[in-house]
């Protein structure tokens, strides 16, 4: 028997074979690469629950729930949570999570954890398994990621996890971008042009002053964007607290870009909608208002804008602080510190001398 006769059949039923569908554990819709195309598009939304004050509502976010439709007709092939959909993980949370917005989006619907959705652990991955894991869709790699497994961190398992699904396709040419999603914005821990950020979360007790973000995970990042854009997006903002976008450069490698946003019930609410065209060659974000706002360009919801926002808002008391830093902070106040004690100095020995000249006289 020719053994080449009787495997290159199977060989070519093989390379032939229909990549795996991805299935939404939401809504069961799959998101089969037969779909891909020169061009295509997703959504990305974060704090689907809204307001933290709404404690006795067991439905997400009035802005989000009142866009479904229009989410549904935005020609968008899948969309990500950045978490928190539910304020409580109780069963009727998540019925009517289901029922309001899994059942209703006609599209395959995704979540990357928040520390809200996983207060019971095991109940939401008996619901919607797994909490970290990667797929590609067009020439893209997605990966989600789960921050609240190790609180603000990536670590452990998880950390192996990343590391080996990065370097399996670092050099494959067929990935033009690289998109991470996660809750916490763990990129800007320990990075001080961030800090206003970091300082305006929603919630700052789950940050820890350092993780393996920057010692670790960016340097695998930096490597990674040499030869593909990178995008991460996060989704622990938005509250009363913080803004609902923001979209920054690595300042130090261009190819690396940071966005959150998050929903608050506030007028500033808003989604993401992501376009990738000529086959991942080119990529677009567009802000999407719930509310009716005027949205700018996402490149206008940058740290200029919150340095202004924050600068602008805060009460009296934060504004006395913060001139009292400003002045703490210049250079000319340890200048005139010296100088005022030289003064001092020199007064109390002028005052010496006329003393004793007086005493001798």
Known sequence: ??????????????????????????????????????????????????????????????????????????????????????????????????????????????????NHDVTNRERYEAHFGKTYYDFIFGNELFIILDTEWVTGDIAGNQLDYLFNAIQRYQENPDIRNVFIFSHKLIW??????????????????????????????????????????????????????????????????NNMTYVATGIGDTNRDAIIKVTVSHSGKHVSLLPISLTGQKMEPIQDYGLIRWRTYFNEKPGIISRVLQKISKVLRHRYFFAGVFVGMLMVYFFRMIIGLLKSRKSLA
């Open 188 to 253: 800007a821990v320990d990075e001080q042009y961030l800090a206003i950020v970091l300082h305006h979360l929603n919630n700052q007790s789950g940050y820890p002053s350092q993780n393996h973000f920057k010692s670790q995970i960016k340097p695998l990042l930096v490597e990674l964007s040499k030869n593909k854009p990178v995008y991460w997006f996060s989704g622990d903002i938005g509250g009363y607290r913080s803004l609902s976008l923001l979209h920054v450069n690595d300042p130090q490698h």
């Open 1 to 114: 028997m020719d053994i080449k006769k009787a495997v290159l059949p199977l060989l070519l039923c093989c390379l032939t074979l229909p990549a795996k569908a991805i299935e939404s554990p939401f809504n069961g819709l799959t998101l089969s690469q037969a779909e891909k195309a020169d061009s295509y598009s997703f959504g990305v939304g974060g704090h689907l629950y809204g307001a933290s004050k709404n404690h006795n509502s067991v439905f997400p976010s009035s802005s989000f729930l009142g866009n479904i439709d229009r989410i549904n007709s935005s020609n968008i092939s899948f969309f990500v949570s950045l978490g928190d959909n539910f304020r409580r993980l109780t069963e009727e949370h998540i019925g009517h999570f289901k029922s309001t917005v899994a059942s209703r989006l006609k599209m395959p619907f995704f979540n990357a954890v928040g």
